[in-house]
């Protein structure tokens, strides 16, 4: 074991390269392993000791510790993904992060701001070259294509992109919804390079008796099962064939992030985040509905009908979810913020989008929603990113305020005030607030 320390050595802990680059030799290093099982179980040795350097004292209570959880102090302070910046970290196996509303404000969300949601352990090789994708199934020509063949054979084009994962806004439900408890962050609208899925599936000819797509990556289950997929979603044929679905191999004019999916990915814009495939290398065409992993049972479904918070429903009467709801996110000022003296007057911005549809208009209140101005909301600069809000409001005294958004789409749906309780705490489109106080 002489060279566990190899790993540990950076001041810092590095996830990307504890966890992609060798996860089994990470995971073996930190944590023991309950024997005839796939559980972890304690911090032991170097991870036991690293993790005490980095929190700056003993764990006295670490046996308590479960897996997959990293102490809180470093989750939001030293924690490091390579290329990532002032993400907190949801947990770190698999990796999943999110990103404060306020580092959200650019109208294109940097790589680094960009919010990071794994079901597995990314592949080691995510090498470019090499790379093929598989398009079979259903097909007149099963195509294999390397990244070099996708930019040679079609459209290359740019667009920016709002994706949002389908439990955004899950840690404010209650009765808590199991899952990652994703506050505001699991959003983002950067900007992707790529070809269009419709034209590739046309290049491999679409069978008639094709209804449903099922897509594939090379990232690899939790338990290490080479049988078992982390996550294989995929959508009606006919959502396939929109112009606007992409398959990506660069982000904001780069090679894509590791952890947002390099070296290609897909996209299905307005839908969950988690039909966008990450380390993408295959799709294929069914005649049924897919039932991959993520496909049945409850998940990425909604009770059929609103239903009372805490209500157990039957997984077999429940919907999927298609286009995600119409939302908005103010992005400055940061929440908390204590204006300086006397000053009265606030401009409040930020991002709205609706899934398949556009936003018509936001309002903003400073007075818990008795009152509301409609602010200045621009067009989108292309199909399915998000659009910027603005509105400069006067605060008429010193106090306390909080300032509300309200985003409505076009075909006349706002956000509600409270959420709309689900299962699994799916598409909570509640308005979100920030608190402002003048002296
Ligand atoms: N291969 C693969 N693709 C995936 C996932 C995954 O775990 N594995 N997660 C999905 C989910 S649930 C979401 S919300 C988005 C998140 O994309 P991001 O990590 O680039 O933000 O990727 C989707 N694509
Ligand atoms: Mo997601």
Known sequence: MSDD?????EKKVDLF???AEDPERADEVVFERIPHTDRRGFLKGAGLATMGALVGATIPFHRNMP?????????????EIKGKQGLTVLNDRPVNAETPAHLLDDDVTPTARHFIRNNGIPPVDMNPDGWMLTIDGLVDKPLKLSIADLKNKFEVVTRKICLECGGNGRAFFNPKAKGNQWSLGAVACAEWTGVRLADVLKAAGVKSSAVYTAHYGADTHLSGDPAK???SRGVPIKKALDANNLITFAM?????????GAPLRLHVPGWPGSFSHKWFNRLQLRDVVHDGPKMTGAAYRMPPHPVAPGTKVDSKTMVFIESMPVKSLITSPQTGVNLAKGERSVTVRGHAWAGDNTVSRVDVSIDFGATWMQAKLDKAPNPYAWQRFSHTVR????????IWARATDDAGRAQPFALAWNPKGYLNNAMHRISVVAS
């Open 5 to 9: 320390h190899s790993l540990f050595s």
């Open 17 to 19: 390269e504890i966890y």
């Open 67 to 79: 897996a997959g959880f990293i102490p809180e102090a470093i989750a939001s302070t030293a924690m």
């Open 229 to 231: 997929l982390p996550i």
């Open 252 to 260: 904001n004019g780069e090679p894509i992030h590791p952890m947002n």
């Open 395 to 402: 605060l008429p005294q010193e106090g306390y305020y909080e």
